[in-house]
């Protein structure tokens, strides 16, 4: 089946500008993650959906970060007045997320270059 | 803070060995822990997940789980140019937040 699908692959934007990043998850899954990797470093959790809530924001790294989930499928992420240190791939994931486990199936990424 | 470390390596071996990639872990309530392996430029993939104490095994690839000692480790066997990538431990640790906690990966280099 089709996998976790995000668009756009690659993003080259100035600095101050918005920018909303998409993802497709797995059919079925009702769970939904956004990470980010920055150059040569690991993956920082930033928010999680289950179905169209997210009951803890505090990943997020500043308030320019906001994300949305409708009709328990496609979620944006939206960054506001983009700055340098915002660079880095954006990673979605999605998961069942049932109470034995949580295995996550990540899409192809966006890659975000702040000019 | 719950914490995932692997040492970053680089962990060379030649074609044919075991390669054999270590995580520990902070929270001894933690409850799944998986691995992911993920090429340069790529994002990761899942390549094994395991839930309770011993081993799991597929195909040339066993995962390891020690919930005692706070340890889970990754063995491939028979390892084969294509395996050299960066191996990424991650720790669920329960809770309603869902989300895995990342080691910062061990690079494997499998020399021909």
């Known amino acids: 089946g089709a996998g976790v699908s995000q668009s756009p692959s690659n993003k080259v934007t100035e600095k101050g500008k918005d920018v909303e990043l998409r993802c497709d998850p797995i059919?079925?899954?009702?769970?939904l993650y956004w990470y980010r990797q920055s150059l040569g470093q690991g993956l920082e959790f930033l928010i999680y959906?289950?179905?169209?809530?997210?009951?803890?924001k505090s990943g997020l790294p500043s308030d320019r970060f906001s994300a949305e989930r409708t009709g328990g499928s496609v979620s944006t992420l939206t960054i506001q007045r983009t700055q340098q240190e915002d660079s880095a791939v954006y990673l979605c994931a999605s998961s069942l997320f049932t109470s034995g486990g949580n295995e996550q199936y990540f899409g192809p990424g966006t890659r975000l270059t702040v000019t | 803070q719950k914490e995932v470390e692997q040492n970053s390596g680089p962990l060379s071996v030649p074609e044919g060995a075991i390669a054999s990639l270590n995580c520990t872990y902070s929270d001894r309530g933690s409850q799944s822990f998986f691995w992911y392996r993920q090429y340069s430029g790529k994002s990761p993939e899942l390549i094994m997940f395991i839930y309770s104490n011993g081993d799991k095994e597929d195909g040339r690839f066993t995962a390891q789980l020690n919930k005692a000692s706070q340890y889970v480790s990754l063995l491939i066997r028979d390892s084969q140019p294509s395996d050299s990538a960066t191996y990424l431990c991650?720790?669920?640790?329960?809770?309603?937040?869902?989300?895995?906690?990342f080691g910062k990966g061990t690079k494997l280099s499998v020399k021909p």
């Open positions: 059919s079925g899954h009702t769970a």
């Open positions: 991650a720790v669920y640790y329960g809770g309603s937040q869902g989300n895995l906690i």
């Open positions: 959906f289950q179905g169209n809530s997210a009951p803890d």
